[in-house]
């Protein structure tokens, strides 16, 4: 399977960006999506999945304003991202069925202050 994530740019904060995870290849079906992200210096981090047995999981900076939603016919899922932080800087990737292996390209989110 190769992810491509876009999407990304810089906005102010308080600004909105949406993510797009486009998955291809050997898909199959595709049960668990997610997206991480990694800041300079930082080691990445969860941000939200999305699966049919857990429903949305978020980390608790981004709650109430992220949103992951999925569309399974397009093996694509998004990231909807509002009232954006300058915290929220980082290279944004995204992940299938928990495949550490297999991160794909990230976009890179940055926002200013």
């Known amino acids: 399977v190769q992810l491509q994530a876009s999407g990304g740019g810089k906005v102010q904060a308080g600004g909105s960006l949406r993510l797009s995870c486009a998955a291809s290849?050997?898909?199959?079906?595709?049960?668990?999506m997610a997206w991480y992200r990694q800041a300079p210096g930082n080691k990445r981090e969860f941000v939200a999945s999305?699966?049919?047995?857990?429903?949305?999981v978020y980390t608790d900076s981004v709650k109430g304003r992220f949103t992951i939603s999925v569309d399974t016919a397009k093996n694509q899922w998004y990231l909807q991202m509002n009232k954006l932080k300058p915290e929220d800087t980082a290279v944004y990737y995204c992940?299938?069925?928990?495949?550490?292996?297999?991160w794909g390209q990230g976009t890179q989110v940055t926002v200013s202050s």
């Open positions: 992940l299938a069925d928990w495949d550490f292996g297999n």
């Open positions: 290849g050997s898909v199959g079906s595709i049960k668990d």
């Open positions: 999305f699966s049919d047995d857990s429903g949305s």
